[in-house]
């Protein structure tokens, strides 16, 4: 394959929540796409993934009343994620579930001694989620290489979700849907989403501090800009007509290679929860 034509393939991956209804793909296709994920790296190459394909309509009802549930969870309680309804799965060709068997983490480096479970057990995990991970990739990337298009769903794998999918489906409560990959012929735009610009993402030889995010611009992101970041059909922000009302001070730090002037880096802050106020954050604590 040429060059220009792997990358095209990466540029048409996106993640398109539209369909075009009644439409369906053929076994052979669903199997080419299976196969790129078959052919993901995996740790110690245990390949710690199942692939389910919902091919038939009506258990694919079935599985969209499970993500219309899952969707509906996130709007009740984890307000202010910019969440989009599920009604779209009716119009998937098919869908291809990602499951983790974490068995198989046993085959990756672990602790031998009590000191030392801090270094290997995260590790253990970082290398179970990334290879699971490669394969959805490899699944999205197969999906755009057959001119087909796809999202990339974490729901599904959270507990509640997760359970109702394995009765379904019949796969061990103790495996996990990673991913759900909606598959189908685009119905809207297939524009790029929002990429840093490569200058700001890219680092030669060392990390830049003048290209470090700032505490605040994580804030920012979190709390006001992430849902044109997310739904817009603009890879640069620059093309935005309402880029000075949208980001304001932070206009440079998004759009040019420097996003932190000064050089100067941050002590490590506790990021597990969002901490300004803006549209999300206004969103969360409504009642
Ligand atoms: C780990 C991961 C989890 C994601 N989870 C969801 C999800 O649950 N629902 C969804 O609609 N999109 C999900 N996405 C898709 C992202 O929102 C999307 O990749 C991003 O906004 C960039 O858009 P693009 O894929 O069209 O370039 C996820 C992507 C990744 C990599």
Redesign the pocket.
């Known amino acids: 394959m040429s060059e220009a034509l792997f990358q095209d393939v990466i540029r048409k991956?996106?993640?398109?929540?539209k369909f075009e209804p009644g439409r369906s793909v053929e076994r052979d296709v669903l199997k080419r796409i299976v196969d790129c994920g078959r052919w993901a790296p995996s740790g110690a190459n245990v390949q710690c993934f199942d692939f389910i394909v919902i091919d038939e309509p009506g258990l694919r009802e079935r599985v969209m009343d499970v993500f219309l549930g899952q969707a509906q969870r996130l709007v009740d309680h984890a307000r202010g994620f910019p969440?989009?309804k599920k009604t779209y799965l009716a119009n998937t060709a098919a869908i291809i579930i990602v499951v983790g068997d974490p068995r198989w983490k046993v085959c990756f480096p672990q602790p031998t001694s009590k000191g030392w479970e801090a270094e290997y057990l995260d590790n253990n995990e970082v290398i179970f989620l990334n290879s699971i991970?490669a394969a959805?990739q490899n699944i999205q990337l197969g999906v755009a290489a057959e001119g087909l298009t796809s999202?990339?769903?974490?729901?599904g794998g959270e507990p509640v979700t997760n359970k109702e999918l394995s009765e379904l489906l019949g796969y061990p409560q103790w495996m996990r849907a990673y991913?759900t990959i909606p598959i189908g012929y685009p119905a809207a735009t297939q524009n790029?989403?929002?990429?840093r610009p490569l200058v700001q993402a890219l680092h030669w030889n060392g990390y830049q501090p003048t290209q470090y995010r700032s505490h605040a611009q994580v804030d920012f992101y979190e709390s006001t800009l992430r849902p044109f970041?997310?739904?817009r059909d603009e890879e640069s922000m620059e093309s935005w007509d309402d880029r000075a009302e949208k980001l304001g001070e932070w206009e440079a730090a998004f759009t040019t290679g420097t996003s932190n002037p000064p050089g100067e880096l941050e002590p490590e802050a506790d990021f597990s929860k969002p901490r300004t106020t803006g549209q999300a954050t206004k969103r969360r604590l409504k009642d």
Do not use: F, N, P
């Open positions: 991956r996106r993640s398109v929540r969440a989009v991970g959805i999202a990339w769903l974490s729901g991913g790029r989403r929002y990429r970041a997310m739904y």
